[in-house]
């Protein structure tokens, strides 16, 4: 080096050299190869609005803010799921709908995230994770807006019909039965329904707009959850992954507190209410099925929140800064001269081939199996909660569905808190993976146990003549819906379900309690007497109510239940750490991706399906439709029922326990989060010495 190279070395010992710079230690000879970009000034490490790179932004380029947005994004997501739930049966009423095209429309969602998984965070990882998050969320949101075509192209049309005449008993004995409603519908076509076969193709053209907008809703929320997970992970130190993780899960219950109230308010005003005035809305009762409530007025708030989350994506850098910055202050090896080529893209056969090495690894690494084997159990368990879960309360304990959802609402403050705990104990005390796993089998059991306890918590089956006991006078063991009290009354097969309490015995309907007299008050309501079947007894509307032994087991089982949630949502976040340090660093996303692909097929796809029929397997009378086509359970055999719900959650939960310990034997830390090692993978390097 001459004279005049040394006097144009700055204090930091920098001096040019063609296309690279050579830093000269200060402690030895040997010299450095950097790139000719320092960190400091590489706009891939910068907040960025297209080529401007100003000063104020880059204040919101660190994790903090990052996780906050990336929460933000995770509750419009599942504010936008919850709330297509919430309104399903409105979708059905409005469009004509039966359960099998809104059963495919509840589950297109989570079936393009199954597909689309893998692809996404296996290529998403490698390139810039933030502007994927983004893209899918525009995408996204413009799913629901197409949610909202159906409503635009459907004109006003006030609602029709009567109300269906009161279900009395007279000696009409021509009344329709099952198998000749059947008949009818099979071989004749009344005129009304000749007008709605008109509207058949109507019909399938809104729902081709639900379908669309739920296939863009479903492949744009995929890259969210494993990319910005990952994006987290290589922004903190490792022991601190699982707190930002669990501030994430936070998203799950205020977006689904926050989708229900959505959809409670929106379905209480009319579905027109943009076109006509208040004046001309529908002078019915909203608990009417003609009631149609705005249910397209969801879907425009979450399409609005979906984009507006979007946007702070786009100006995040490729790279975390804090994960640039470790890497460009750890020190270089002795002698170690490093020349960076041009990157050369990979062909697509390459590519797969990658992708089916990295699949590999995968399956076979035993401690990455049994985490997604566990996380389905538990999994399976969450979905039918959200599918079954407040349905069990108004059936188990006979609550009214807004009393049973406050039970929603009490669990809420419990999960949040727990989660938060549990991402505090893994950053406390800086547990690694293997510690992790005992943590997650420990946190658990006692879960498991809840479950195992509340099979004993519940009601007794109410007493519902002809179903559950037999009619006052009959014989012990003849249950049937037809007595001698009311054998002449002529009551259908297919009737209004229009239970009424007398003397303690609910009956199904006013015909088969033998009233023939209804009279009706100033409020609208329904008065029934000269009951047959108990003619000196006081006769009240509705099922009868639960005594008070019931009321004190609902309380007990309340608190069970947020006992086992509580339990078990401590070990989320420790479901997550495992799942990020069993693997190598570059198949983190690629980990998180498959986890959600296994969770999708063993998890969410199939528990509702299966669950659904064994709970029908536990019903003891069907209502049917008037095509003789069987509908929904009106009576449950409570301890059937009870046993059935809570005997699966325990045998699931058993099956996560066992997961859990064989991940602890497993389990081999391959990463520690934040030390991500340059991705020179992509690209060739030379190493020489001087």
């Not at 609910?506 to 088969?512: N, Q, R, V």
Request: aromatic share 12%; net charge negative.
């Amino acid at each position: 080096m001459d004279e005049d190279s040394k006097l144009k070395t700055n204090k930091d010992g920098v001096l040019p050299s063609g296309n690279v710079l050579r830093t000269v230690s200060t402690r030895s000879d040997a010299v450095l190869m950097k790139e000719k970009k320092d960190d400091d000034n590489d706009d891939d490490a910068k907040c960025v609005c297209d080529s401007c790179t100003p000063s104020w932004l880059q204040c919101f380029k660190g994790v903090k803010f990052f996780t906050f947005v990336t929460l933000f994004a995770l509750l419009s997501k599942v504010f936008a799921s919850t709330y297509f739930g919430a309104v399903v049966s409105t979708l059905e009423r409005q469009f004509n709908m039966d359960s099998v095209k809104s059963g495919v429309l509840l589950v297109i969602n989570d079936m393009m995230d199954f597909i689309f998984v893998i692809f996404i965070t296996h290529f998403g990882h490698s390139g810039h994770r933030p502007r994927w998050i983004a893209t899918g969320l525009f995408m996204a949101a413009m799913g629901c807006f197409l949610c909202i075509v159906p409503h635009i192209m459907t004109e006003y049309v006030p609602p029709g019909g009567k109300n269906a005449e009161p279900s009395l008993c007279s000696s009409n004995t021509g009344l329709p039965t099952k198998q000749n409603m059947t008949e009818m519908y099979e071989n004749e076509m009344p005129a009304d329904i000749m007008e709605e076969t008109e509207g058949l193709q109507s019909m399938w053209s809104n729902v081709f707009w639900l379908m669309l907008g739920q296939i863009l809703i479903g492949i744009g929320n995929t890259p969210l959850k494993p990319l910005g997970t990952t994006y987290i992970d290589d922004s903190v130190e490792d022991h601190k992954t699982g707190f930002y993780v669990a501030m994430l899960f936070l998203a799950t219950p205020i977006g689904a507190i926050i989708g229900y109230f959505t959809s409670f308010m929106s379905l209480r005003v009319y579905v027109d209410f943009d076109r006509i005035s208040m004046e001309e809305w529908p002078q019915i009762a909203q608990s009417d099925p003609r009631w149609i409530g705005a249910w397209w007025f969801g879907f425009a708030v979450a399409s609005a929140l979906l984009a507006v989350s979007a946007i702070p994506f786009l100006l995040f850098p490729k790279e975390p800064i804090e994960c640039r910055k470790k890497r460009t202050n750890s020190e270089a090896p002795a002698m170690d001269i490093r020349v960076v080529k041009p990157k050369r893209k990979k062909s697509v056969m390459e590519l797969i081939k990658g992708l089916l090495q990295a699949l590999k690894r995968m399956a076979t690494n035993p401690a990455m199996v049994f985490i997604c084997l566990s996380s389905s159990s538990g999994s399976a368990a969450y979905a039918v909660s959200g599918a079954f879960g407040i349905k069990y309360f108004v059936d188990e304990f006979g609550k009214s569905n807004s009393s049973a959802s406050l039970v929603g609402i009490a669990i809420l403050p419990v999960l949040i808190l727990a989660y938060l705990i549990g991402g505090y104990v893994i950053k406390r005390w800086k547990l690694n993976a293997k510690q992790c796993a005992l943590f997650g089998f420990f946190v658990d059991a006692p879960s498991c146990l809840m479950y195992f306890f509340l099979l004993f918590v519940g009601c007794p089956n109410s007493d519902v003549a002809g179903v559950t006991v037999p009619y006052t006078g009959g014989l012990p063991g003849n249950v049937s819906l037809i007595a001698e009290c009311n054998n002449q009354c002529g009551c259908p097969e297919i009737y209004n379900y229009e239970p009424l309490c007398i003397n303690n015995v609910t009956f199904m309907s006013p015909c088969h309690a033998g009233c023939t007299v209804m009279e009706k008050q100033q409020n609208s309501q329904k008065m029934y007497s000269n009951c047959t079947c108990d003619p000196d007894a006081l006769v009240q509307n509705g099922a009868c109510p639960v005594d008070d032994v019931c009321n004190t087991n609902f309380m007990l089982a309340v608190l069970l239940i947020i006992i086992a949630l509580g339990t078990s949502s401590l070990g989320r976040s420790a479901d997550i750490i495992v799942s990020l340090r069993c693997v190598d660093k570059e198949d983190r996303s690629l980990a998180l991706g498959i986890k959600i692909f296994i969770v999708n097929i063993l998890a969410f796809f199939p528990s509702p399906v299966y669950f659904g029929a064994l709970l029908n397997w536990t019903c003891l009378e069907f209502a049917y439709k008037p095509t003789g086509e069987r509908g929904a359970c009106l009576v449950y055999d409570r301890t059937r029922y009870r046993h059935v719900f809570y005997g699966m959650y325990t045998v699931l939960h058993l099956c996560a326990l066992f997961c859990w310990l064989m991940v602890y034997f497993t389990v081999e830390e391959k990463n520690k989060g934040m030390d991500t090692p340059n991705e020179a993978n992509d690209g060739q390097e030379m190493n020489d010495f001087e």
